[in-house]
């Protein structure tokens, strides 16, 4: 079974409990274990307005991107479907003008007298009647033929247009993209977040794409369904991308919900795998620990189109799904210096 963060409620007694606490510190009681942290407690990334500003801006960045991407995606689906369309109705043009050329080749030899002479020499009502009755089925013929040539040019005039359409639209969904872009590379920029190669697993597993709309676009969610790793709540693609990452082999512990600010975490779109076996202890990833977060990191990489994945942290870099691998230092000291806030002992995940 996936080890997970057990439930952390608050509980009346917490602040008589911090008051012991430091009073025992204080009067040297306190034994080494008891000021050790709960390993299995979720990460302090910690939080400063540069941060703040940080990361609202690559929040809207990725939502943009990602709303952008979808909708290049279903235009591109929908261009090869109207291609089809069109190809059917050129097809038809082309079966109908043979047909046309038939008729006019007829019209020709026989011409309106010549219509009219076939009534004429007609040897008794009869054999008139027949040969009136032949000559409506014929104009009925040429009628139909005609018909179908202006229906498939219509279908086909349409078919050109909407295409012309998609095209414009991807145009704007990609202006939209290299917007969103140049917005987080900006974010990024202001806090010394350079371009850096980032991480690489040429063995990382696909992912099972997150359900989608019928259009291509990402479905609206909320924090609706209970979070199995703490006794909060998380988004139902959240739960997914967790899912697909243990599927996958990243079985260690997992924290996702957690109070206390207003980003991804209490909205039920972010989770924290821990790197080591542990649990997140405060100390940075090493050996075979370290090897694991890169794997993880790659992986969602590797999956954010299908997860719809806005950004992921790992080690002092950062990959935006609009601008790629970045540095990422959250105290602006050394690069592990704060485990937690610098995520040296901890991936994080950020869900659209």
Not at 30 to 40: G, K, M, R
Not at 122 to 148: C, H, W, Y
Not at 211 to 230: F, K, M, Q
Not at 246 to 259: E, I, L
Request: hydrophobic share 35%; charged share 20%; glycine share 8%.
């Amino acid at each position: 079974m996936t080890p997970t963060v057990p439930p952390h409620r608050r509980r009346r007694s917490r602040p008589a409990t911090a008051i012991l606490t430091a009073l025992l510190v204080l009067l040297g009681f306190a034994s080494p274990a008891w000021a050790e942290p709960n390993p299995t407690a979720p990460p302090n990334e910690g939080s400063t307005p540069t941060l703040d500003t940080l990361r609202t801006n690559l929040e809207s960045a990725a939502i943009g991107w990602l709303d952008a991407e979808a909708a290049l995606s279903g235009s591109k689906a929908k261009q090869a479907e109207l291609q089809n369309i069109l190809t059917l109705a050129e097809l038809d043009i082309a079966r109908a003008r043979v047909g046309v050329g038939r008729y006019a080749g007829e019209a020709y030899k026989t011409g309106r007298f010549g219509v009219l002479s076939a009534l004429l020499n007609a040897n008794n009502p009869d054999q008139f009647l027949g040969r009136a009755q032949a000559m409506e089925k014929v104009t009925q013929r040429d009628q139909t033929i005609l018909s179908q040539l202006a229906d498939a040019k219509r279908r086909a005039a349409e078919a050109k247009k909407a295409i012309d359409d998609e095209i414009q639209n991807q145009a704007n969904a990609l202006a939209e993209m290299a917007k969103r872009k140049t917005a987080a590379e900006r974010a990024l920029s202001a806090v010394g977040g350079g371009a850096t190669r980032g991480w690489l697993d040429p063995n990382s597993r696909a992912a099972a794409p997150a359900p989608r709309n019928a259009n291509g676009s990402w479905p609206s969610e909320t924090c609706s369904i209970n979070d199995p790793t703490t006794s909060g709540c998380i988004t139902p693609r959240t739960l997914w991308a967790m899912k697909e990452a243990q599927k996958a082999g990243f079985t260690r512990y997992v924290s996702c919900y957690r109070p206390g600010d207003k980003w991804e975490h209490p909205k039920g779109r972010a989770c924290d795998f821990s790197a080591n076996k542990s649990g997140f202890i405060n100390a940075s990833a090493s050996g075979d620990d370290k090897t694991y977060g890169n794997n993880l990191a790659y992986f969602f990489v590797k999956n954010a189109i299908a997860l719809g994945v806005m950004y992921v942290v790992w080690y002092c870099d950062i990959w935006h799904v609009g601008s790629g691998w970045s540095k990422y230092n959250s105290a602006g000291s050394n690069c592990g210096d704060s485990p937690a806030g610098d995520h040296t002992n901890h991936v994080h995940v950020s869900i659209y």
